[in-house]
């Protein structure tokens, strides 16, 4: 009777076992093509970097396509861009797996956990989804990226004070005040004229910010006089140096409407 009760035992667990694989193979297909135009790239997708297609390439001609590329269920690519270029450029066959359990939709969480995606990835990513808050942040970066860094001038516009553009970007909360952005990025470039590159750095960026915040009054012609006249201002690793080396050039013998922190 024991062996009885065994064997229904062990054929229950071969019937689960046996659901389970089918419920998998459902979710996952693997299949091999030569047709390269049956794949379709996501637009928000980060960008292909031609150094690491090379290697890439170099690497599958030696072993073989280790890995294969994972797409959706309408060939949208969520992994393997890279891999899927250098199979092209090397005209071999691709190996990819559909994804039934995903979409399109799905790649923005998913790759939010990926070191490979950039701020500039989760931007478009949002922006293509329609938010309007991401595609003038797009507006604007195309505007300043040629005198400032991604991160200042996500920083400058940023409406919090107190926390971080980055984590905000890619949680998809980033809101932007850009009345205060323009100008304090406007003031950093004629201060560039006066103490050099300097003035566009990202902590100089956040530090005119968090002054500008505080002080309505703040007046950059006071500031750049006093820089040619007083005192050139010196660029601290420290954020909150930056701040106080600022005030005190602006506030030198100045007896009202101080700059304050």
């Known amino acids: 009777r024991m062996n ?3 064997n229904n035992m062990n054929q229950n667990i071969e019937r689960v076992k046996y659901k389970l694989k089918e419920k998998t193979m459902k979710k996952f297909e693997i299949f091999e093509t030569k047709n390269y135009g049956l794949f379709k790239y996501l637009t928000f997708n980060r960008d292909v970097d ?12 030696k072993f073989g396509l280790v890995v294969p590329i994972i797409v959706t269920n309408d060939n949208y690519v ?6 899927l270029e250098a199979l092209i450029q090397l005209q071999k066959p691709v190996f990819y797996v559909i ?10 969480d998913i790759n939010t956990n990926q070191r490979g995606w950039k701020v500039i990835n989760h931007i478009k990513s949002y922006a293509v989804k329609g938010n309007l ?13 040629d005198d400032f860094t991604l991160s200042g001038i996500t920083d400058a516009f940023n409406s919090k004070l107190n926390k971080g553009s980055t984590s905000l970007i890619k949680k998809g909360i980033y809101e932007m005040n850009e009345d205060l952005g323009e100008q304090v990025l406007e003031n950093c470039l004629s201060l560039k004229d006066v103490i050099g590159k300097n003035a566009i750095s990202t902590k100089f960026v956040r530090a005119l910010k968090k002054i500008m915040f505080k002080n309505e009054h703040f007046d950059v012609d006071r500031l750049i006089k006093n820089c040619k006249s007083v005192k050139k201002i010196y660029i601290y690793n420290n954020e909150y140096d930056i701040i106080q080396e600022i005030m005190d050039v ?7 409407n101080k700059l304050e922190i």
Do not use: A, M
């Open 4 to 6: 009885c009760i065994y």
């Open 50 to 61: 031609n150094k690491h297609v090379d290697l890439l390439c170099n690497s599958i001609t």
């Open 78 to 83: 969520i992994d393997g861009q890279h891999r």
């Open 99 to 108: 994804n039934n359990n995903v979409n399109k939709d799905c790649v923005v």
């Open 133 to 145: 808050e991401y595609k003038r942040l797009l507006e604007i970066i195309d505007d300043f990226i």
């Open 250 to 256: 602006y506030n030198y013998k100045l007896r009202s």
